[in-house]
């Protein structure tokens, strides 16, 4: 099975392919950035090209994202949401199917630790992955996580 993991963001958003046979292989990851000069309407259109491109690429059959958390700022919340949305319109059209996990499902799968720092992941993604090197930059690290959440999860999932 073929897992694609997203970090989304305006800016930049992670992505992660992880093979999930007998256990979980990165095959690839990266960023999708954006150009700062453009308007966030082609900024979307450019997440949402790359995505696309990424999915006929890895041909994935889930795509995994974390859900939203609320932020102490309101605008980028917004700017993350609209993302997400990009992303989840791109995973409808391309019929992949799509599995979300809040921040804690996420840090408990990685470290066992709901509360886990961000660094703590990191070490554990490369740990369980058998890499390295952590995956940067940390928007990709956080795509891989996402993925590997979903390996954890997939027979909780399937019930």
């Not at 795509?63 to 919340?77: D, G, I, P, Q, W």
Request: hydrophobic share 45%.
């Amino acid at each position: 099975m073929i897992i694609l993991g997203i970090d989304p963001g305006l800016a930049s958003t992670g992505w992660a392919v992880v093979e999930n046979l007998l256990e979980p292989k990165l095959i690839a990851y990266g960023l999708i950035k954006t150009i700062k000069n453009l308007s966030q309407e082609k900024r979307f259109l450019q997440i949402y090209e790359e995505l696309h491109e990424l999915i006929e690429n890895y041909r994935p059959q889930v795509l995994c994202l974390e859900k939203v958390f609320f932020n102490t700022n309101a605008k980028t919340a917004l700017i993350v949401g609209e993302a997400r949305g990009i992303v989840k319109i791109c995973a409808l059209l391309k019929r992949v199917a799509l599995a979300e996990f809040t921040p804690l499902q996420i840090k408990s799968a990685i470290t066992g630790y709901g509360r886990a720092e961000k660094k703590q992941i990191q070490e554990m993604v490369r740990i369980l992955l058998r890499l390295d090197q952590i995956p940067k930059p940390d928007d990709a690290a956080d795509a891989v996580a996402a993925a590997l959440t979903y390996c954890f999860y997939k027979k909780d999932l399937e019930k």
